[in-house]
């Protein structure tokens, strides 16, 4: 056989195992050249043949957008904060003490004349009796009178021991910068967890005339009886505010302010005594105070200090309010002094005994003025 011949067989051969091959293959291993007729497809809804348990699948829940956090409002020194109210009504707590401190009760109505920049003012509205109080402890937290401030601030635990199951409470420390310890709390243990985290100042700069502000704005939505309780030098290093900026601020809010001074605490220990910077911070403390409405208060002993809280506590507990509707309805945006004083039926300066028949000397404690509304 020649080579031709072989090769024309062997070729022949090829041919044939490769068919055979071919025929093999199932023919659904292979995608189908032709598209399937409509009637065969299968059907793209509802339910499918052979297909076993159905499960329906629950769509993802998206996540609720993340809101950003609010910053904190920034004081504007050049802000006159005011009155905003459609019927200019202005409320004024009002305390009367005696020379002790202790508030005098049992006073009506009748017993008080108001007068807006000399002019009298009817009262609208008049209440009185226990009440529970807001009040945020503001705490000077600064290394360079920390010896000092530390038996202040032991002593401020007593002031747990007024407080009562309906009031609100707030710590807010500063030294460099204003810091919230425990936002308004009806809890003594988160204010008790506050007062434990100050123990080692970092900073030796006090921003007192800010951190009043910080405190009074966030307190100007408060209603019903709220103080702040500032155990301070009275002395400012650090602030933005100056301290006419500060004043303003105070006057204009109806929140009531009592300083507790510690510098009085060094004074009595310094063989110097006070010096100018001590009599300034004095003077301050005492013009915060009376602007507010409040009472500033220079123990030079630690033992003072539980006799002052329990002060403050029935003095917050026991005002006055009196409303009115100023006769001057202009919305000037100006400062109005306001003037209240305690009478009798005729008018005249009331008098006050006591039990024994002795004449009872008393104050009275009421914020200096507002600001009127500007339209």
Known sequence: MTNKKRHLLFSLALTI????????FPSEGFAQSEPQSQSEQQPTSGPQPNVG????????????????????EKINPNEIYTLSTSTNLVNVDVMVVDNGGN?????GKKNFQVSDDGVPQAITNFGTGEAPMTICMLIEFSNRWWGFLYLALQDSYNFL?????????????FDMRTQILADFTQDRSEVRAALDSLRIPGFSEYNLYDSLAFVLDRMKEVHGRKAILAIVTGLDSFSKLTYDQCLKIVKASDTAIYPVSILEFMTVRSPSG?????LQAQNALNTIAKYSGGQAYFPRFEGELPDIYQQVARQLRMQYSLGFVPTNASK?????????????????PLRIVNEK??????????????YAPKS
Request: glycine share 8%.
């Open 103 to 107: 508030p005098i009760q049992s006073l």
């Open 161 to 173: 021991n007024v407080i009562q199951p309906k009031d609100w409470v707030a710590v807010v420390s």
């Open 357 to 370: 028949g002795k004449v009872v000397k008393y104050r009275i404690v009421a914020r200096d003025g507002y």
């Open 53 to 72: 348990e159905t499960v329906l699948v629950p769509k993802k829940t998206q996540p609720a957008p993340v809101q950003p956090e609010k910053k904190p």
């Open 332 to 348: 000037d945006g100006k400062f109005h002094k306001l003037k209240i004083d305690v009478v009798d039926d005729g008018g005249n």
């Open 274 to 278: 006070g010096n100018i910077s001590t």
């Open 17 to 24: 195992v490769v068919v055979l091959a071919l025929a093999s």
